[in-house]
């Protein structure tokens, strides 16, 4: 940081920049980005807050929007890039092509869409009474701290056309393109409604696992959506930063834990809720509430651009292999017998029936209730 010594010493550009927002900056291992407090945001024309994960990566940031009962934001367009999750509200955006054209798609909560890069685009408030919530997961802090210069970001006129995708994919079409289970991709620029949108079998991720992984505006910020059903969690696995995780729906908790500690870190989640797995810590997803639950995760680099020979190996085979043959992945049979009677517990409190009863042996968990 710039401070006495002068300004060529641990400098980060980003976070300089951040100091300087009128706006307020929330640390926080989890977030609630819909009780944060937000304050007028002038470069953006709308109220907003910084946000900032514990445990987080250099990469993606993560900005909150909310614009007001019949507002709008600026008309805006930038270098970086930036996948937006509808957290609450309804509204449009109108997106200006390279050749003059325009393209509006209506959005509500648990949209996600991308703006092909650099392309000028506005974001409106539908409604007369109620504000809306945007989530704003961009690399603008990596791009920053690369370029150092605000006008080559936020005013400059290269075109990105080979971004742009076909047409429909304004309006909430797209394309599946198969790989393998927790890799196949829906290509498009726009996804109407994450929260009933089909997704695949992920067997080897856990019981009735599920999940797609979305590919928006031919980007390299790498978003998916996994489902877990009632009654039932995902296996523990380990990764690098940087994945932050947003709940959809439904309620839950994730546990985190490093090889040796003794107890389990825990975060409780419902809708607006945002956290992230800090830096290789096991993880593991619960849902003990009464509905299917699915969260959206993002991060720097995707399947199809993984930028990092680390999320090449991960996505390639490390996120669901065991960690007996070389993976990141705890599977049910190893974890902490503590893991199940926490969650057996949670279920007992919402009257929920576990449904992990062919996968782990509940008798001697049920004879000590
Ligand atoms: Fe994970």
Known sequence: MSDSTGNFYLQDTFLLWADRQPVPMVKDFGIDLLKIEVAPWDIFGVRGAICELVGGDDYISTFL???PPGGKSRVL???????????????????????????????????????????KYQHFNGSGSEPVRLAGNSNL?????????????????IPFGERLGDTSYFSGEGELKPVKPGRHQWETNFVPDISNFELKRWDARGTGSSNLRW?????TIGCHTSAMPVGTYKKGHRHTAGTNVYCVTGQGYSLFWYDGDKDFKRIDWHHGVLYTPPENMFHQHFNSGSIPSRYLAVQMGSTRYPLFAVKRQIWDQ???TSIKDGGNQVEYEDQDPRIHAIFLEELSKNQ???????VIDETPYLSKA
Do not use: C, Q
Request: avoid cysteine; aromatic fraction near 12%; hydrophobic fraction near 40%.
């Open 141 to 157: 802090r990596f791009i920053m701290n690369l370029f150092r210069n605000e006008r080559f970001i936020w005013d400059n006129p």
């Open 318 to 320: 490390g996120v669901d």
């Open 65 to 67: 929007y909310e614009i």
């Open 77 to 119: 367009n930038h270098i970086y890039e930036e996948v937006t999750y509808v957290l609450s509200g309804h509204g449009s955006t109108k997106v200006e092509l390279p050749d003059g054209s325009a393209h509006t798609f209506e959005w509500g909560p648990n949209s996600l869409f991308e703006i092909p890069l650099n392309l």
């Open 215 to 219: 590919i928006l505006a031919d980007g």
């Open 352 to 358: 929920v029936t576990s449904l992990m009863g062919d």
